[in-house]
């Protein structure tokens, strides 16, 4: 039988969402069409790139002129014009943005996160994480990391609640994958860049990972009678 499963950001719509549009959630994640495209590889590789500080701002703004130019290629497919012009659009309100200031950024570190295991098990549940970002920093010469979660999606923007689950589920995952540092809630971060948005894990976090746990719980039963 096939195991539970959702990703980070979903998890955090389900959460907030009413019963019909979780029923809804729990089926497109069960019964997913054959191999799925995702789109937005080229906005979020940009998008990383500038938080790591491999780009400034004049590079982004070029990237989106040079992703202007790819949609008109004839070469082009129509998934990929396609593709590329919702990538302008999510640059393009990226670039217009808060985001390009996160708060206390600039003695950080930021490191494209590449991990072979980006899975959370909650309570029989599979959830897939996927951090865009490890931050490092120091405070009072004390080392702590956090990390960064990007949602890039026209159709289905984050409320606050949901980018706050997102931001927790991510600070779950960072504990347990790096036991031996000191994971700061206020650096876990999930950026909606279609809203301009961005959600830290809350001071309540332990009461929302409570409130995780039973609705991967319900998930679970929900999964086999689905």
Known sequence: MQKPKISANKLGEYITEKPHRQQQIIKDQKYQKGFIIKRY???????????????????LLLEIQNLITEEYSRNASSFQKQDNKLSIEALEIFANSDLLELPEFENLENIRLRKSNNNLLIEGVEVSVH????????????????????????????????????????HEYLEKEFPKSRVKTQFCISIDVFTGEYFIAPKTYKTMKKNIKAACSAIQLFWENI
Do not use: M, Q
């Open 131 to 170: 951090p865009d970002i490890l931050i490092c920093g120091k405070i009072r010469n004390k080392k702590f990391i956090g990390g960064i979660k990007l949602h890039i999606s026209k159709s289905h923007p984050l409320k606050k609640e949901a980018g706050e689950y997102v931001a927790t589920v991510l």
């Open 41 to 59: 590889n080229k906005a979020r590789n940009v998008i990383i790139n500038f938080l790591t500080k491999k780009i400034d701002k004049n590079a």
